[in-house]
């Protein structure tokens, strides 16, 4: 059974672009939580989503950043106009159930740099 | 909203000493998490515990939620190197939220 699968691994965007974060949860699993991590910072709740719906997004800048997960397919993590500051890994982490007393699955990152 | 707070911010001990990470909660913690992050790398569980004044072990790692459910501590015996990387504590909030965690470095 595998992992949760993030791709890609590393991003380089120039300042302006686009970038896409992909992220398939684990067999069985339909809750998928985003998460940000900066250097030297632990990391930061973005947004919580269970197929096709948001259930959290409190986390998530107001402008610029988005989030999906479609009925197939993976979750996907947008960021429009990406800047310096966006710089950073991102994970993606899922669970069979909602997060109360459920374990999260954690994929190995995207690392995503602005140039 | 609730906060994790984690202390000490990193920690370095020499192979085979004992140590103890500590994370504080702002508010009462109906479910507390332990992961481990190695660099580069994503969360891996360790353990969880729920209940006021539980104790669980894996191999030399032991972690406990004391009695009012706001603290919590993770002890490793007779560290390894294989033991260094980030320790992170989680709280149940509606969603899975984080201390800043807790960088270990273990010197051969």
Known sequence: ?115 | SQELEQSPQSLIVQEGKNLTINCTSSKTLYGLYWYKQKYGEGLIFLMMLQKGGEEKSHEKITAKLDEKKQQSSLHITASQPSHAGIYLCGADSGKLIFGQGTTLQVKP
């Open chain 1, 1 to 115: 059974n595998a992992g949760v699968m993030q791709n890609p691994r590393h991003l380089v965007r120039r300042r302006g672009q686009e970038a896409r974060l992909r992220c398939s949860p684990m067999k069985g699993h339909s809750h998928v939580y985003w998460y940000r991590q900066l250097p030297e910072e632990g990391l930061k709740f973005m947004v919580y989503l269970q197929k096709e719906n948001i259930i959290d997004e409190s986390g998530m800048p107001k402008e610029r950043f988005s989030a999906e997960f479609p009925k197939e397919g993976p979750s996907i993590l947008r960021i429009q106009q990406v800047v310096r500051g966006d710089s950073a890994a991102y994970f993606c982490a899922s669970s069979r159930d909602s997060p109360t007393n459920e374990k999260l699955f954690f994929g190995s990152g995207t690392q995503l740099s602005v140039l």
